[in-house]
């Protein structure tokens, strides 16, 4: 999976980066408190990146945006 690849080279570049997976198959209710409404999603805070087709650069972006804003 693509945005699984990319999460792992963010993580080896940051390891303060942490990631939480939720298989919506075995937990719909989890996914569903989560606000998960399509896969893939990922969610920082209240800030969310969803589509059917996400790039890597589209991932990146997101998750370095909220890396550096804290």
């Given at each position: 999976m693509l945005v699984?690849?990319?999460l792992?080279?963010?993580t080896a570049k940051h390891p303060d980066l942490?990631?939480?997976?939720?298989e919506v198959i075995t937990?719909?209710?989890?996914?569903?408190?989560a606000g998960v409404r399509l896969i893939p999603t990922l969610k920082i805070n209240n800030d969310k990146?969803?589509?059917?087709?996400l790039t890597p650069t589209m991932v990146r972006e997101?998750?370095?945006?909220?890396?550096f804003a804290r």
């Open positions: 699984a690849y990319v792992k080279k963010l942490e990631i939480e997976q939720i937990c719909p209710n989890k996914a569903r408190k990146l969803s589509g059917i087709i997101f998750i370095l945006k909220h890396l």
